[in-house]
């Protein structure tokens, strides 16, 4: 008689999400999304998170997330320390971090650890670093340590550009993913009572109220273009103090409102006229999408990175100069007041509204959650168990 070994079950792959925090923002909306679409990966995997710092949360992970929080208080060499500490204990077999400190930590602690670590980067990071000192140290950082990542996404073929010639981060490494809009709850949520949007005709913009997203722009070409109706600017932010200002200064303090941060900003976007997006630079635009799902005409600067791929199906430097009427949207020069003012003028026609409210529903369709979430596991998977020592990647 042969006598049967029982057979070994694999253990299950263990998984470790990280970023700074969920307080309000794209990238914390991001990984949410993909989080809670990530249920039939669960079935195979242990699915963590971890936070690097204690703040209050604007949006929330699905329950059978074990998440932990550490308090690293925005600094670095905390989080390094901490996240090293965590992970020691853990063991994941792979991790995966948005936002640029949260990804400098995950690459030093895996690799002090034999970990293969993932990241994501969401912005344009040469822009979005900026100058002066903190930021020379902080291009060091990337320079040094992103391409000793295993895997690096970009949101958009001009991030991996940006990383590939500013960073040296190897090409082979890279791999673009757009965002995920989760168009059925945006839907959803967009039917919601809203008191955030005014009585009449007005037109939207949202984000953090800092420098790069330029709202100072688009409230000089708000006052240029001399249109009907109002502009609501949801977001907080460093710049609401000079913005404030500056609409007391234009005597625009009747027609441009800045209401604060919005949980919901979806049910304002559905009841706007149109939406413009005036950043210098963005990783992927979120909030164009966002308002493009809920069939709101946009218009947006050909910044780095993104809106031309939406708008024009173009990469940024293919679309000419000047307000072009795109096939999905109107697309101005960054950091161009007179181009924004004529945009928002060409935007008050109902017919050209109309036209572009139908293709932005359409076009945002393209980017759905599944789509997302089936690209993002294609690239965690196959890293997990992957360890090398140190790190010699």
Same mark, same amino acid.
């Given at each position: 008689?042969?006598?049967?070994?029982?057979?070994?079950? $694999?253990?299950?792959?263990?998984?470790?999400?990280?970023?700074?925090?969920?307080?309000?923002?794209?990238?914390?909306?991001?990984?949410?999304?993909?989080?809670?679409?990530?249920?039939?990966?669960?079935?195979?995997?242990?699915?963590?998170?971890?936070?690097?710092?204690?703040?209050?949360?604007?949006?929330?992970?699905?329950?059978?997330?074990?998440?932990?929080?550490?308090?690293? %208080?925005?600094?670095?060499?905390?989080?390094?320390?901490?996240?090293?500490?965590?992970?020691?204990?853990?063991?994941?077999?792979?991790?995966?971090?948005?936002?640029?400190?949260?990804?400098?930590?995950?690459?030093?602690?895996?690799?002090?650890?034999? @970990?293969?670590?993932?990241?994501?980067?969401?912005?344009?990071?040469?822009?979005?670093?900026?100058?002066?000192?903190?930021?020379?140290?902080?291009?060091?950082?990337?320079?040094?340590?992103?391409?000793?990542?295993?895997?690096? @996404?970009?949101?958009?073929?001009?991030?991996?550009?940006?990383?590939?010639?500013?960073?040296?981060?190897?090409?082979?490494?890279?791999? !673009?993913?757009?965002?995920?809009?989760?168009?059925?709850?945006?839907? =959803?949520?967009?039917?919601?009572?809203?008191? !955030?949007?005014?009585?009449?005709?007005?037109?939207?913009?949202?984000?953090?109220?800092?420098?790069?997203?330029?709202?100072? $722009?688009?409230?000089?070409?708000?006052? =240029?273009?001399?249109?009907?109706?109002?502009?609501?600017?949801?977001?907080?932010?460093?710049?609401?103090?000079?913005?404030?200002?500056?609409?007391?200064?234009?005597?625009?303090?009747?027609?441009?409102?800045?209401?604060?941060?919005?949980?919901?900003?979806?049910?304002?976007?559905?009841?706007?006229?149109?939406?413009?997006?005036?950043?210098?630079?963005?990783?992927?635009?979120?909030?164009?999408?966002?308002?493009?799902?809920?069939?709101?005409?946009?218009?947006?600067?050909?910044?780095?990175?993104?809106?031309?791929?939406?708008?024009?199906?173009?990469?940024?430097?293919?679309?000419?100069?000047?307000?072009?009427?795109?096939?999905?949207?109107?697309?101005?020069?960054?950091?161009?007041?007179?181009?924004?003012?004529?945009?928002?003028?060409?935007?008050?026609?109902?017919?050209? %509204?109309?036209?572009?409210?139908?293709?932005?529903?359409?076009?945002?369709?393209?980017?759905? !959650?599944?789509?997302?979430?089936?690209?993002?596991?294609?690239?965690?998977?196959?890293?997990?168990?992957?360890?090398? !020592?140190?790190?010699?990647?």
């Amino acid at each position: 008689m042969i006598r049967e070994e029982p057979t070994s079950l $694999m253990p299950r792959k263990k998984v470790t999400f990280i970023i700074n925090s969920l307080a309000g923002g794209g990238a914390e909306r991001v990984m949410c999304t993909l989080l809670r679409a990530s249920e039939t990966e669960r079935n195979e995997v242990d699915i963590s998170l971890i936070l690097l710092d204690r703040e209050s949360a604007a949006y929330h992970v699905p329950s059978w997330v074990k998440v932990e929080q550490l308090d690293c %208080r925005h600094s670095l060499l905390r989080s390094i320390w901490s996240l090293y500490a965590m992970l020691r204990r853990s063991r994941p077999d792979a991790t995966l971090s948005f936002l640029t400190r949260a990804n400098v930590a995950n690459v030093i602690a895996t690799g002090l650890l034999g @970990i293969p670590a993932i990241i994501s980067e969401r912005v344009n990071t040469t822009s979005h670093l900026g100058k002066g000192r903190a930021a020379a140290l902080a291009k060091f950082l990337v320079k040094w340590l992103y391409p000793k990542a295993r895997r690096i @996404i970009a949101v958009s073929p001009g991030v991996a550009d940006d990383l590939k010639t500013a960073f040296g981060v190897p090409q082979d490494k890279l791999v !673009v993913i757009s965002n995920p809009i989760d168009i059925d709850d945006i839907r =959803a949520r967009s039917q919601e009572t809203e008191s !955030v949007a005014p009585a009449g005709e007005f037109g939207m913009a949202m984000g953090r109220l800092v420098p790069n997203k330029n709202f100072g $722009m688009l409230i000089d070409a708000f006052a =240029a273009a001399k249109i009907d109706g109002q502009l609501l600017i949801l977001g907080d932010g460093p710049e609401r103090a000079a913005l404030t200002a500056q609409i007391d200064r234009l005597g625009l303090t009747d027609r441009v409102m800045l209401p604060g941060f919005s949980a919901n900003p979806f049910a304002t976007l559905r009841k706007a006229a149109y939406f413009t997006l005036p950043s210098n630079a963005e990783g992927f635009p979120n909030s164009l999408l966002e308002a493009m799902s809920v069939g709101v005409p946009v218009i947006s600067t050909n910044c780095q990175s993104g809106p031309s791929e939406v708008l024009a199906d173009l990469a940024r430097e293919d679309v000419a100069s000047g307000v072009v009427f795109a096939e999905n949207g109107i697309l101005i020069p960054p950091n161009d007041t007179i181009a924004m003012k004529d945009a928002l003028r060409a935007m008050s026609e109902p017919e050209r %509204r109309a036209a572009y409210g139908l293709k932005a529903a359409a076009r945002a369709a393209e980017f759905s !959650v599944e789509r997302a979430k089936l690209a993002y596991w294609k690239v965690i998977l196959p890293e997990c168990g992957q360890s090398e !020592v140190g790190f010699a990647r």
